[in-house]
């Protein structure tokens, strides 16, 4: 998941330095968001985590009552690919779904604070004004960080083992 929403952020980063490039000499002022902090300290990031979390232990349940239930390795393979694909798709879908969150919330403080444009903080290599607290307030704190922290070690396994999935499988 980590390298997904690295994907996406990494582009519309790029879109939004070109943008301020081309602005250059003037007088706008420019924000930056972390979004590590956002996705791990807010209640939507939590929520998004915690279901891809049930999402890949749901389809693990599945595929071992499968190979359980006998099944012969083809079938098995094409069982695991067609969890596999499924996963993916569930998983861009709740990155898209973060994501636009986070972009509505951004925009509305950009506008309230007359900032032109907002990158990503790894992006901005100095000055800028950071929107992240503002961001995390809009959005909702998550009410307990330590499982957002606990969640985040599971998430990135389960992202793992599914990239070892993926591997096997091919």
Known sequence: MNKN???V???LTMMVSVGLIAGC???EQVGYVDMQKIMTDSQKGQDTRSKLEA???EINARLAQEQ???QDANAMMQSKQKA???MQVYQQAMINDFRNSVDTNVQAIAKEKNITAVVEKNALISGGVDLTEDVL???G???NKEQGSATSGDANANANATGEQQTENK
């Open 68 to 70: 359980s239930a006998g």
């Open 141 to 143: 704190k998550a009410e």
């Open 9 to 11: 952020l990494a582009g």
């Open 137 to 139: 307030t809009k959005m």
């Open 84 to 86: 596999e694909q499924e």
């Open 5 to 7: 929403v690295k994907r």
């Open 25 to 27: 000499g003037s007088s």
């Open 55 to 57: 999402k890949y232990n």
